[in-house]
């Protein structure tokens, strides 16, 4: 796995928003120039190295898949944080998993080349990053490098889901698809995920969050009713990237759990979904699979760990490196000074989980300082479809860290 420097197409911030890739910058007094998208370099792999990243996440979704199971066997969810009505959801929800589909969701490995893939995390509820490695890197392979080939069929597995979804949920209801608005990375990533089951022969509109009304007969919010579109049409099937948590502690988050418990609304993601999005699976893990080549240490009590060991500190709920903080253990599990890095944010009340900071692939930055890099491993439909590589020159992978092209 090597980064190689390259001279950036001279329009390809005309050729990114002719994509509709309008996110490509996000220009800020600290930083006018704000670049998301970064073609000055590219990540070459090795067709082995694809074969590893490939093998490692199948495994490590089945290995997730088996966690959820024994969260909600053993009675664990209480300590993911779950309070009764969403614990109440998701046993509901994995109870009939079968027919309650999953799309989507990005495994975040560490890998350098030299070892096995570990697994940072599990993205697994409202996944970001998903147009620019479907499409837009392909694009850019396409032009830049005609004869050599990605790790990229993520888009082919979409349209696959979205039929399969269909097929065997009955496509006779409109499917509506929802995010918050404005927000251009979201709206983006809702506008390629439409374009994804139109191809996949479902009828379906995109539709803001806010836009979502609930009709009651009555009148009384409390009474029974359902959910509606802005022409009154009513919802039976929503796609969102919206958070579950975001959901349920919204005013009518009530609703939803009910509709979606006596099977009047379905969502994707699943509610069962939220076990796996949750960073406490990673203390789950590495109990059921002690020293498993692709899992770093994790626990939910840093007095696990010994003296010296350098920790990543993630909240439970946490997105996009928010409230991530590393630091140098001392005795009794207690930072030994200050953090070596952290990001501010507004996560970390519902608590956290630990993990051994592991090794990133690195490399030098133009004018000093390393570049790190983070593989965002897509799994659609349970199978691994390719990946997406995020950087950035700091120890904490965020919102704000730029996506850089790979080749193999």
């Given at each position: 796995?090597?980064?190689?420097?390259?001279?950036?197409?001279?329009?390809?911030?005309?050729?990114?928003?002719?994509?509709?890739?309008?996110?490509?910058?996000?220009?800020?007094?600290?930083?006018?120039?704000?670049?998301?998208?970064?073609?000055?370099?590219?990540?070459?792999?090795?067709?082995?190295?694809?074969?590893?990243?490939?093998?490692?996440?199948?495994?490590?979704h089945e290995m997730?898949?088996?966690?959820?199971?024994?969260?909600?066997?053993?009675?664990l969810l209480p300590?993911?944080?779950?309070?009764?009505?969403?614990?109440?959801?998701?046993?509901?929800?994995?109870?009939?998993?079968?027919?309650?589909?999953?799309?989507?969701?990005?495994?975040?490995?560490?890998?350098?080349?030299?070892?096995?893939?570990?697994?940072?995390?599990?993205?697994?509820?409202?996944?970001?990053?998903?147009?620019?490695?479907?499409?837009?890197?392909?694009?850019?392979?396409?032009?830049?490098?005609?004869?050599?080939?990605?790790?990229?069929?993520?888009?082919?597995?979409?349209?696959?889901?979205?039929?399969?979804?269909?097929?065997?949920?009955?496509?006779?209801?409109?499917?509506?698809?929802?995010?918050?608005?404005?927000?251009?990375?979201?709206?983006?990533?809702?506008?390629?995920?439409?374009?994804?089951?139109?191809?996949?022969?479902?009828?379906?509109?995109?539709?803001?969050?806010?836009?979502?009304?609930?009709?009651?007969?009555?009148?009384?919010?409390?009474?029974?009713?359902?959910?509606?579109?802005?022409?009154?049409?009513?919802?039976?099937?929503?796609?969102?990237?919206?958070?579950?948590?975001?959901?349920?502690?919204?005013?009518?988050?009530?609703?939803?759990?009910?509709?979606?418990?006596?099977?009047?609304?379905?969502?994707?993601?699943?509610?069962?979904?939220?076990?796996?999005?949750?960073?406490?699976?990673?203390?789950?893990?590495?109990?059921?699979?002690?020293?498993?080549?692709?899992?770093?240490?994790?626990?939910?009590?840093?007095?696990?760990?010994?003296?010296?060991?350098?920790?990543?500190?993630?909240?439970?709920?946490?997105?996009?490196?928010?409230?991530?903080?590393?630091?140098?253990?001392?005795?009794?599990?207690?930072?030994?000074?200050?953090?070596?890095?952290?990001?501010?944010?507004?996560?970390?009340?519902?608590?956290?989980?630990?993990?051994?900071?592991?090794?990133?692939?690195?490399?030098?930055?133009?004018?000093?300082?390393?570049?790190?890099?983070?593989?965002?491993?897509?799994?659609?439909?349970?199978?691994?479809?390719?990946?997406g590589i995020r950087?950035?020159?700091?120890?904490?992978?965020?919102?704000?860290?730029?996506?850089?092209?790979?080749?193999?």
């Open positions: 796995m090597e980064r190689v420097g390259i001279a950036p197409r001279p329009d390809w911030r005309a050729k990114a928003e002719a994509l509709g890739f309008d996110w490509h910058s996000a220009p800020t007094a600290d930083d006018p120039v704000g670049l998301y998208w970064d073609e000055s370099a590219y990540w070459r792999l090795t067709a082995d190295e694809v074969d590893v990243l490939e093998a490692a996440s199948m495994e490590l997730c898949m088996a966690a959820t199971e024994a969260a909600i066997s053993r009675r300590h993911f944080g779950f309070d009764a009505a969403a614990i109440k959801l998701i046993e509901n929800s994995w109870s009939r998993r079968d027919a309650a589909p999953s799309v989507y969701g990005r495994f975040d490995l560490a890998y350098t080349g030299g070892g096995p893939p570990k697994l940072l995390e599990y993205n697994a509820d409202t996944p970001t990053g998903l147009y620019e490695a479907s499409v837009v890197q392909w694009t850019w392979l396409e032009e830049r490098f005609p004869d050599s080939d990605q790790f990229n069929s993520i888009h082919e597995g979409l349209v696959a889901a979205w039929t399969a979804v269909r097929e065997k949920n009955g496509g006779d209801d409109p499917l509506h698809l929802t995010c918050l608005a404005p927000h251009a990375e979201d709206e983006g990533t809702l506008r390629y995920m439409l374009d994804t089951a139109l191809e996949a022969g479902w009828t379906a509109k995109n539709i803001s969050a806010a836009d979502i009304g609930w009709s009651a007969p009555s009148g009384d919010p409390n009474a029974a009713g359902y959910f509606v579109d802005v022409e009154d049409t009513r919802i039976r099937k929503l796609f969102k990237i919206v958070p579950w948590d975001w959901m349920l502690s919204d005013a009518f988050g009530g609703q939803l759990a009910n509709a979606v418990m006596k099977r009047e609304l379905q969502v994707i993601e699943p509610a069962w979904k939220m076990v796996m999005a949750n960073k406490a699976v990673l203390a789950l893990l590495w109990e059921m699979y002690p020293d498993h080549p692709n899992l770093v240490p994790a626990f939910m009590d840093r007095r696990a760990f010994a003296p010296g060991t350098t920790v990543v500190a993630k909240p439970l709920l946490g997105r996009e490196g928010a409230n991530i903080s590393i630091a140098v253990l001392g005795e009794g599990g207690e930072p030994a000074g200050a953090p070596l890095a952290h990001m501010g944010g507004e996560y970390g009340a519902e608590g956290y989980v630990y993990q051994t900071l592991t090794p990133l692939a690195e490399a030098p930055a133009p004018g000093g300082g390393t570049y790190r890099a983070v593989i965002g491993s897509w799994m659609i439909d349970g199978v691994s479809r390719g990946i950087e950035d020159a700091g120890l904490i992978t965020h919102n704000r860290s730029r996506f850089v092209p790979h080749l193999f």
